[in-house]
């Protein structure tokens, strides 16, 4: 069970937008930043989204990130099929003094 | 270019114990936070521990504690993971995670694979 909650699966077709949630408590998505990663299969995950709503250099505008309380949000727009992998949001909990992240999301583009 | 290469898994019996090592170059080492992540196979992403730029913040997952110990060696650019009392569920894939400032896990490795298994 993980801290931070995440629908398992979301798919969408090329061209709309689609968005992963993750859904926390006060003692971490309220309190702390909110990143998100992709792993595409059978590679380490990478950076996508820091600070809530920053993008590493070389990440496509097509991601995007928001939160609002004690949820976070990933906005993909027109989806790939590059782009089917795993998402993961991840924080720190200041109540457990922990790293925690999400179960995360599988992607598929229909 | 930023690299982080893991060393040290492979097979090991219940009750073992194995050391991780993560060689670091491309970014000043010395200045990270530097994290263990572990994803068990066909699972999601777990934390195992973090370790603060001059080793004075050490933090571990609750699961952990006692068995685990991370370690640094600024001069060698080198993170540490010593695994003792092994259990089947340690079996994972082991990543070496390089963090900036809010939690961020920038920089990872390929990850190294740990069996425990008889």
């Known amino acids: 069970q993980s801290v931070l909650t995440q629908p398992p699966s979301v798919s969408a077709a090329p061209g709309q937008k689609v968005t992963i949630s993750c859904s926390g408590s006060?003692?971490?998505?309220?309190?702390?930043?909110v990143s998100w990663y992709q792993q595409l299969p059978g590679t380490a995950p990478r950076l996508l989204i820091y600070e809530n709503n920053k993008r590493p250099s070389g990440i496509p505008d097509r991601f995007s990130g928001s939160k609002s309380g004690t949820s976070a949000t990933l906005g993909i727009t027109g989806p790939q099929t590059g782009d089917e992998a795993d998402y993961y949001c991840g924080t720190w909990d200041s109540s457990l003094g922990a790293g925690v992240f999400g179960g995360g999301t599988k992607l598929t583009v229909l | 270019e930023v690299q982080l290469v893991e060393s040290g898994g492979g097979l090991v019996k219940p009750g073992g114990s194995l050391r991780l090592s993560c060689a670091a170059s491309?970014?000043?080492?010395?200045?990270?936070?530097m994290n263990w992540v572990r994803q068990a196979p066909g699972k999601g992403l777990e934390w195992v521990s973090s370790?603060?730029?001059?080793?004075?913040?050490?933090y571990y997952a609750d699961s952990l504690k006692g068995r685990f110990t991370i370690s640094r060696d600024n001069g060698k650019s080198s993170l540490y993971l010593q695994m003792n009392s092994l259990r089947a569920e340690d079996t994972a894939v082991y990543y070496c995670?390089?963090?900036?400032?809010?939690?961020?896990?920038?920089?990872w490795g390929q990850g190294t694979l740990v069996t425990v298994s008889s």
């Open positions: 370790i603060g730029p001059t080793s004075t913040s050490i």
């Open positions: 995670v390089g963090e900036k400032a809010g939690v961020t896990y920038a920089y």
């Open positions: 491309g970014f000043t080492f010395s200045t990270y936070s």
């Open positions: 006060s003692s971490n998505i309220g309190k702390n930043y």
